[in-house]
């Protein structure tokens, strides 16, 4: 009787189920009339929907619906700015997009269901992965099957040869951004000594090795380095220890703005008056709602862009965004992660088909204009040094800081080149 | 009487025998490489609700499965990425390592019984887990990657499928294994045990030490589990194993039936199978894992396996309110 | 040696945060004989009550306070009558059914506050300084709050007719009823103080920290660890083991790392369990 009961079970899980996307895109009907049927193809989302980590893979959700409803509609950033057709060509076909994103609530086990799905029922070519441990998991059978996978996630482990089709165009790169902003900081902040308040994660641990060598080498003397317990809330013992020391930076590597919003708060809260720096895009409302402006005053971080916006698509992307999901929903590092679904779209019209080995070579070989970046011109496709293919996006970097009532651009870095 | 009762034992043996071929030819028939993926996950998960069930025959809750699993994929992923082991002795040292750990641990705290021993498994979990961060031998914050997969007779598995049968092969080895256990005379006593200590001391039986044994063999099997779980998604970090991981073990076990030997796998079943038909509702999804513990406990606190004998007697119940 | 009494101060002022979160899970078990694990939950929803009704609506802070610990405390009343009555006694039903509980209302709480972390500013800015040692107004006024609900707590149970019905219950159900004390009545009044309680924690960790919807797992984990370091069901032992809890946690922050000082707890819960599993004042 059990038996039969859960062998049915089983088998009833084979039971072809209609696949219902959660966010179906539409492609918008142009204004003149198509002489032909563009095939719609899926892009797959392995997300985070639920769980702590849910604000960032909707945000992410966010973002690739609108630039996917802008590809298929030849809108204003795939038609006006870059001057394409609704929709995308290979060997002459037209296609468009559809969307399909599930849940994989950064569990790898159910990541590799969510991908198996995409990949087995959905018949997805091209996925994008959000977050490094699931790509892991999944990564041989992404591989197996030659998808084109883009990842939201900044381990090297997740890029380089043995990824040979995985792409990540994310500004976050524990290797790159400290060669950027450790010279700046000498440079602009005349910064001598520092200390380093990080989350005790591979990312954070990554950022802050990399981070604390930079620092060294320019002669900026490395007071301490503090580890705290992921999505930890009270500071106080790790400051305490910190301020001790007087340093004349206090700073933090790579957290999410739920800890760095405390970090600030509970630093000022204490009586530190030297400057507060993070190394990662801010999620300003959530910010500004733990630490007030008043605290945040001269805050710096990085990767993110405000208004006034010097280049189109950032003015083009803010518009579209707040119009969809309200100017409290905005933060200007919502750019850090919106590079992929034009470059991956690029990557396929370069390489003139569908196959995830053309697409790759393609993509490895694009330069100048044949590129896009939310962050501005001269990115470029690099990574050799470092991870041993050219599979990432190295773009211009950003410094912005908060400031009566505000965040604004401080600095443009060019992307640093030869990487 | 009698008769009728042989008939439906060898009736149930045949179904039981038919399933078993239909999942072992799933890969055959399956219209898509997920249902295989799928199946694989309900066989783990099932792997370790069954031990939980069997620590529950002698009376404790293992809340904290986490834990020994966590010690069974460590042990596994270090063996044969550090050491160079193939993967059958590594996984094999690792439910020995498992085991291990059950039997010096359980020593001080089986004696404890009812909701403590389930926190005291828990917090067995987490400290586990800030070793495994702060020691760079364990991989540190990273965990271990790249962990090779298992092979046989050379050829290391590729795919999907290789990892369905030996998820599928495990899962019957232990609920087999359980199963003659069950029967055996060990199995009578600790089953004595779980009725009450004290009777069961009163019959002779050494209850320290069986409940020991029990435990350690539970965790054996978890840990072989634990090293398949290592090896099959290639890369383990420390926060894997943590109290999500625990309770979704412990919640597959009691909404399949803490006190019967199927209760793993059908819970497993149901919690994996109803959540994956739910995708088009994917905002609502995780709600039903929540929902569903709730509605089995106060609904049939049997679990789903003690579904039939509950409509079973609800119909006896009818019967005999009509009857007046 | 300044931060030692750095380390001191802290650990004691978290210490009575944490026992006020612990407390209420001490008086279900003593009169329920249920674990709740849905405690962190409720104490998640005491603060977006704050969040909503001080941080959104403006009310002044007290006030939100007290319709909090109003509001959760009407919604466990409600919530005994209606689910938990089945499950009632049973310990490990009640432990199963709570833990589905917990998971529920988590993601509910996605769902319905939303995904964003969100925060309230301080009701009471400020640093205060004592020689070197620093904190602030904020912490040292969340101290005290607690510590009033705890008097106020400690007070009913010891001082009171009602106190007396809870400890009867607690010691003995059934000789209690003997004596007239309506059981039904007192563990729905033990939940409804309960879940008070709990909101009442969340509310003043909202204004000390972050506000989102998995925030009761770890104040959840706490409450358990202390509640059972001390002895299931006894009040005293709580306040003490979470006082003990915050200076491990403080000090093991300070001298060894933060990223140590959960382990440490635990730790420290294992071994007490599992050489005093009665606890430090708790009855075998």
Redesign the interface.
């Known amino acids: 009787?059990?038996?039969?009961?859960?062998?049915g079970?089983?088998?009833?899980?084979?039971a072809?189920?209609p696949?219902?996307p959660?966010q179906p895109t539409a492609p918008t009907t142009p204004a003149e009339p198509t002489e032909e049927e563009a095939i719609i193809i899926p892009w797959g989302t392995a997300s985070c929907?639920?769980?702590?980590y849910?604000?960032w893979g909707?945000e992410e959700h966010y973002i690739q619906e609108i630039q996917v409803d802008d590809i298929n509609s030849g809108g204003g950033c795939w038609g006006d700015i870059l001057g394409h057709e609704p929709g995308f060509r290979a060997n002459g076909q037209l296609y468009k997009w559809e969307l399909i994103?599930?849940?994989a609530?950064m569990?790898?086990?159910e990541g590799?269901?969510v991908i198996?799905?995409l990949?087995?029922?959905d018949k997805c070519k091209f996925i994008h992965v959000f977050m490094d441990?699931v790509y892991?998991?999944a990564?041989?059978?992404l591989i197996?099957n030659k998808v084109l996978t883009t990842v939201q996630g900044d381990s090297p482990?997740s890029v380089g040869p043995d990824s040979p089709y995985t792409f990540r165009t994310l500004l976050s790169n524990p290797e790159i951004n400290p060669r950027v902003y450790a010279p700046w900081i000498k440079d602009n902040l005349g910064v001598q000594t520092v200390a380093m308040i990080s989350e005790?994660?591979?990312m954070?641990?990554l950022h802050c090795e990399h981070y604390g060598d930079q620092f060294s080498d320019l002669g900026i003397q490395v007071l301490a380095e503090?580890?705290?317990?992921?999505l930890?809330?009270?500071?106080?013992?790790?400051l305490?220890?910190i301020i001790?020391l007087n340093p004349d930076m206090i700073f933090s590597p790579h957290a999410p703005?739920?800890e760095v919003?405390?970090i600030v708060?509970?630093a000022r809260?204490?009586?530190y008056e030297g400057i507060l720096f993070e190394g990662v895009c801010p999620?300003t409302?959530?910010l500004v709602?733990?630490?007030?402006w008043d605290a945040l005053e001269g805050f710096y971080s990085v990767n993110a862009v405000s208004p006034p916006f010097p280049y189109p698509q950032q003015q083009w992307f803010y518009d579209e965004y707040t119009a969809r999901h309200g100017v409290d929903?905005w933060s200007g590092g919502l750019f850090d992660r919106a590079d992929d679904p034009y470059n991956l779209t690029l990557a396929i019209e370069k390489a003139n088909s569908l196959d995830a080995e053309d697409v790759a070579a393609a993509w490895e070989s694009m330069t100048g204009d044949e590129l896009f970046s939310f962050f501005g011109p001269g990115a470029y496709m690099g990574g050799q040094t470092i991870y041993g293919n050219n599979h990432i996006l190295v773009p211009r970097h950003w410094v912005s800081m908060i400031t009566e009532g505000k965040e604004i651009n401080v600095a443009e870095i060019p992307p640093p080149p030869g990487l | 009487m009698l008769n009728t009762k042989n008939l439906s034992r060898k009736a149930?043996w045949v179904?039981?025998a038919i399933?078993l071929i239909?999942?072992f030819l799933?890969p055959v028939f399956?219209?898509?490489?997920?249902?295989?993926?799928?199946?694989t996950?309900?066989f783990?998960f099932a792997i370790f609700a069954t031990c939980v069930y069997q620590v529950a025959v002698v009376n404790r809750l293992l809340f904290g499965a986490g834990a020994f699993i966590s010690v069974g994929a460590y042990t596994s992923a270090i063996l044969v990425m550090n050491f160079g082991f193939p993967f059958w002795p590594a996984m094999l040292l690792a439910g020995l390592a498992s085991a291990l750990v059950a039997f010096v641990i359980g020593i001080p705290i089986l004696r404890i019984g009812g909701v403590y021993f389930a926190i005291i498994t828990w917090c067995l979990g987490e400290v586990l887990i800030t070793i495994y961060?702060a020691t760079p031998w364990f991989g540190?914050?990273?965990g271990i990657?790249?962990i090779s997969?298992p092979s046989i007779l050379g050829t290391p598995f590729?795919?999907?499928v290789p990892y369905y049968y030996l998820a599928l092969g495990l899962m019957l080895v232990v609920i087999v294994v359980f199963y003659r256990l069950g029967k055996s005379r060990f199995g009578q006593d600790l089953k004595a045990i779980g009725l009450s200590d004290i009777l069961a001391t009163s019959l002779g039986i050494n209850v320290p030490r069986h409940r020991l044994m029990c435990f350690a063999i539970s965790c054996f099997f978890i840990g072989l589990g634990g090293s398949f779980?290592a090896h099959?998604?290639?890369?383990i970090?420390p926060?894997?194993f943590g109290i999500?991981l625990s309770s979704q073990v412990f919640a597959f076990t009691v909404i399949g039936g803490l006190g019967?030997l199927?209760g793993g796998?059908?819970g497993s079943?149901?919690m994996?199978?109803i959540p994956?038909?739910m995708?088009?509702v994917?905002?609502v999804?995780?709600l039903l894992y929540g929902a569903m513990i709730m509605f089995v406990i106060v609904v049939m606190p049997g679990g789903?396996?003690s579904l039939?004998r509950q409509v079973r007697l609800w119909r006896k119940g009818k019967i005999r309110e009509a009857e007046g | 040696m300044?931060?030692f009494t750095?380390?001191l101060v802290?650990g004691l002022e978290?210490g009575c945060l944490y026992a006020l979160m612990a407390l209420g899970l001490c008086l279900i078990f003593g009169v329920m004989k249920t674990v709740n694990f849905a405690h962190g939950e409720f104490l998640m929803l005491g603060a977006y009550a704050t969040y909503y009704l001080f941080g959104q609506i403006g009310m002044p802070y007290i006030l939100s306070f007290i319709l909090t610990m109003a509001l959760l405390f009407a919604l466990g009343f409600g919530i005994e009558k209606g689910f938990l009555r089945p499950i009632r006694g049973n310990t490990v039903a009640g432990f199963i059914f709570t833990l589905g509980l917990s998971m529920f209302l988590m993601?509910l709480g996605?769902l319905v506050f939303g995904?964003?972390?969100?925060?309230?500013?301080?009701p009471f800015p400020g640093?205060l300084?004592v020689g070197t040692v620093?904190?602030?107004v904020?912490r040292v006024v969340t101290a005290v709050i607690a510590l009033g609900l705890i008097g106020g707590l400690m007070y009913i149970v010891y001082r009171s007719k009602l106190g007396r019905a809870f400890r009867a219950v607690a010691q003995d159900p059934e000789a209690a009823q003997l004596q007239g004390v309506n059981i039904s009545h007192i563990s729905s009044l033990s939940l409804a103080i309960s879940l008070a309680l709990a909101g009442a924690s969340g509310s003043l960790v909202a204004c000390?920290?972050?506000i989102?919807p998995?925030?009761g797992v770890r104040p959840c984990a706490l409450a358990f660890v202390i509640v059972v370091v001390g002895g299931l069901g006894s009040i005293p032992g709580a306040i003490i083991a979470a006082l003990l809890v915050g200076l491990v946690e403080?000090f093991v922050?300070?001298y060894v790392?933060?990223?140590w000082?959960?382990g440490a707890i635990f730790l420290m819960a294992f071994l007490v369990i599992a050489f005093r599993p009665q606890g430090l004042r708790g009855r075998a």
């Open positions: 009787m059990i038996a039969i009961l859960s062998v079970l089983i088998l009833a899980s084979c072809p189920e696949t219902t959660t929907l639920s769980g702590p849910a604000a909707m994103a599930y849940d609530k569990d790898p086990v590799n269901k198996s799905r990949i087995y029922e441990q892991l998991a990564k041989s059978m197996e482990d005790d994660s591979e954070g641990r503090e580890f705290y317990e992921t930890a809330t009270d500071f106080s013992a790790p305490a220890k001790a703005s739920e919003g405390l708060k509970q809260e204490l009586g999620a409302k959530t709602d733990l630490a007030g929903a | 149930v179904i039981v399933a239909l999942l799933l399956a219209t898509s490489k997920y249902q295989i993926v799928t199946g996950s309900i783990l961060k540190g914050v990273d990657r790249g997969p590729v795919g999907p779980y099959y998604l290639s890369s970090e926060y894997f999500s019967s199927w796998l059908i079943t149901v994996t199978v994956e038909w995708h088009a994917e905002q999804r995780p789903i396996v039939p | 300044a931060l750095q380390g802290n978290m993601n996605w995904l964003v972390t969100k925060g309230v500013p301080s640093l300084q620093r904190t602030s904020e000390l920290f972050n989102l998995s925030m403080s922050s300070i790392g933060t990223i000082s959960w």
